[in-house]
Structure formats: C-alpha cells, structure tokens
Antibody, heavy 127, light 108 residues
Framework: QVQLQESGPGPVKPTQTLSLICSVSGASITSDDHFWSWIRHLPGKGLEWIGYISDRSLTFYNPSLRSRVTISLDTSKSQFSLKLTSVTAADTAVYYC???????????????????WGQGTTVTVSS | EVVLTQSPGTLSLSPGERASLSCRASQSIVSSQLAWYQQKPGQAPRLLMYGSSTRATGIPDRFSGSGSGTDFTLTITRLEPEDFVVYYCQQYDTSPYTFGQGTKVEIK
C-alpha cells in the first residue's frame, strides 16, 4: 500500500523559507511516469497546485509560485521536498504531498490524476 | 489559466436522493484530463474519478462522471451518509493545474 507522509518544522516567520518533506513508502520514488506533487489548501480559498517533480527529476511549477518554489527528490531516502522562499501570511495553508501518474481510463486514454495523498500538514506563517 | 467554476456552492439534499454537481471550465479542456476529488473534514482529498468518467479504485458505482469540452458533471445516485462532504474538480490539460472552488453536499 502506497503511503505518503508530510513533515516539517512547524510555524514559519515572514520572509523565511518554508521547508517540507514528503516520505514515500510502498512505492519506488523512481517508478516510471510518477510525478511527486505538492498542493496546498489555502484557508477560505480552496486548493492550489504548487508543482511536481518527476521520477527523472524534471520539475514543473505553478507559474504564480515559480520564482519562490523548489521541489527536489532524494532517492536514497525515498523522499521529496518542497522549499518556498520569502513566505508571507498568504502562504499559510495546509500543505499536501501527492503521487501523480497516468492512469488508463475506460476509453483507453492516458489520464493524469493524483491518486495517493498524504494527510497534510498545517503551516502557519506568523511573526 | 483555466478557471473551473463549480456549482452549486452548496447542495442540500436528503440521504437516498440524487446529487448532480457541475464543473464548468473557462475554456475547452480534454475530457481525459479532468478529475474529481472528495474531501472529508480533516482529511486529504481522495481521487474519485479520472478521465472525467472513470471511477478510481474502490469507488462505489453510485458515483459517475460525464461531460466534455467545458461542461462536466459528477453524479451521485442514492446519497449515503458518508457522501455529505466536499467535492472538487481539477483539470490537468493546461498549466497551472487548477481546481474548482468546491461543492459542499450537506444534509437537508
């Protein structure tokens, strides 16, 4: 059974860097066509896709966050991480990691979806 | 950016009734790149449907999806007590991969 678990240092002060780790178990982090993703749930605003890193370490970010985001892979620890620089209160959210991959739908098409999610971790940005 | 608008924001129904949730895109998207998620309070979203109409593993057949172009629908026949939660659509056709704002299904 594939499981993902987020971990992080807790509260972050404005202008600092938010750092989170997602630990993956039950699946190889280097499996073909897997896209290890970060998503956040902003209070009162809904879900926002942050970006992903592929099994080949190719990254793809939300343009609105690209200048501040880095997602990286640590294959030796079966983990991937998120760094978000220069945080403000607007970055306060529940942060989720998830596995994205292509699934074959009922019509035979390759359909992308995030099929396994971590439980989420709350990050509060406050001085 | 593709904006996904879900309606209604809140749907008030009784157990056993049928629910129809709408997801409308600001531009046409490939139907194979539209997914639906269910989120229960305090939990992570769970994949319900992918390719707009294919149920994910373990999802009961009272859930179905349909649609193409800009209009997509999630239908829940015979609502069960555990179905009264929040549902999101998401598109993977165009970056950034955007979510709708969610529809809450509540007990009437």
């Amino acid at each position: 059974q594939v499981q993902l678990q987020e971990s992080g240092p807790g509260p972050v002060k404005p202008t600092q860097t938010l750092s989170l780790i997602c630990s993956v178990s039950g699946a190889s982090i280097t499996s073909d066509d897997h896209f290890w993703s970060w998503i956040r749930h902003l209070p009162g605003k809904g879900l926002e896709w942050i970006g992903y890193i592929s099994d080949r370490s190719l990254t793809f970010y939300n343009p609105s966050l690209r200048s501040r985001v880095t997602i990286s892979l640590d294959t030796s620890k079966s983990q991937f991480s998120l760094k978000l620089t220069s945080v403000t209160a607007a970055d306060t959210a529940v942060y989720y990691c998830a596995r994205g991959r292509y699934l074959v739908d009922s019509r035979g098409y390759r359909s992308y979806a995030m099929d396994v999610w971590g439980q989420g971790t709350t990050v509060t940005v406050s001085s | 950016e593709v904006v996904l608008t879900q309606s209604p924001g809140t749907l008030s129904l009784s157990p056993g009734e049928r629910a129809s949730l709408s997801c409308r895109a600001s531009q046409s998207i490939v139907s194979s790149q539209l997914a639906w998620y269910q989120q229960k309070p305090g939990q992570a979203p769970r994949l319900l449907m992918y390719g707009s109409s294919t149920r994910a593993t373990g999802i009961p057949d009272r859930f179905s999806g349909s649609g193409s172009g800009t209009d997509f629908t999630l239908t829940i026949t015979r609502l069960e007590p555990e179905d009264f939660v929040v549902y999101y659509c998401q598109q993977y056709d165009t970056s950034p991969y955007t979510f709708g704002q969610g529809t809450k299904v509540e007990i009437k």
